[in-house]
């Protein structure tokens, strides 16, 4: 569920946008392969959708490897002459931080490795062995790239090939956040593909803003939560193996699409579900891949040398789902 479709079209439902006073006004729509939705209260119409618009298509050309002629998908294919730009550097910035405080759990340079196991762009599942993998790991290690002040990517190898989707969506909910500090809105929460940034409270409720977390055992078609969370200020970024996922045909092992960039398969674990609160997305939706990728007991290890960053993991113990919360999750638990 981290993967993010990246669409040039964008198709916004709006609901109020030419109110006056303070009271809840809401944006929905799709964009980036997936569905948004925006509650916020304002005094003044902020003319939101044309900003979405805005942000929506300057991402998808810098970080898209679903569009060819994204700046991404230049720079994978080898172009030297791309220059790229400040969201470009910020997400790579953002990207060895969390890189580095994983312990190498989170490394956008396993793009190949994403591609080759059916989860990038390519939607089909390649025959993949041990010299496939190997092969592939030669280009895989954040290490290997950096940028130039003047703005060009240099790759150690010209094989290496860079996928930032599992920090994009949570990247992009930032930017919308920070259009919507500079027009003076207190109170909002934005939604992209599952992903949360809040701020303020729900005025109509007097109240913070509620959100849940989906039960990684619902039935197909029927969603259902087994927490909910109070978001104050704060962003929450969930990932899970529930939803994509593949399977041995031999053994049964489910192996979450989450890559692990230490030994280039599909980790296995016995997480379920891991969401992860942040004082921005990015962080959080970064975070969220790279505890997936730990399992259970490096997840919590690592949590303890991290500042200002809380889970809540769902995971399997010889067949009986339990659960576990930071203490700072915990306390912003609410029931349903």
Known sequence: MKKILFLTGILAVLSGCNNTGNEQ????????????????????????????????????????????????????????????????????????????????????????????????????????????????????????????????????????????????????????GHYLNSRNVDNFLVELGGELLAKGENLRKNSAWTVGIDDPNQEEGVRTLTAGVQLVNRAMATSGNYRKFRR??????????????????????????????????????????AFMALGMERSVEVLETLENVDVYLIFDEQGTTKKFASEGFREVLVDL
């Open 25 to 176: 006004q809401n944006v929905s729509g799709e964009a980036l392969g997936t569905t948004y939705s925006i509650n916020y209260f304002s005094e003044e119409d902020i003319a939101l959708e044309e900003a979405l618009d805005s942000i929506f298509r300057v991402v998808n050309k810098s970080m898209s490897t679903y569009l060819p002629e994204s700046d991404i998908s230049r720079i994978n294919r080898g172009d030297s002459l791309v220059k790229v730009d400040t969201l470009f550097r910020n997400v790579f910035n953002l990207s060895q931080q969390v890189n580095t405080e994983s312990g190498g759990y989170f490394d956008p340079t396993v793009g190949d490795l994403v591609n080759i196991y059916g989860f990038g762009p390519e939607k089909n599942l390649k025959v993949v062995d041990s010299a496939a993998v190997d092969s592939l790991m030669l280009f895989v290690g954040l290490n290997k790239i950096s940028i130039s002040p003047e703005g060009q990517v240099k790759k150690a190898f010209p094989e290496v090939y860079l996928d930032f989707n599992a920090i994009a969506k949570g990247y992009t909910i930032d930017l919308i």
């Open 248 to 289: 041995d045909p031999e053994t049964g092992t489910v192996y979450v699409h989450t890559i692990n960039p230490l030994t280039g398969y599909p980790e296995k674990s016995n997480l379920l579900s891991v969401s992860v609160l942040a004082e921005n997305c990015a962080l959080a939706d970064a975070y969220a891949t």
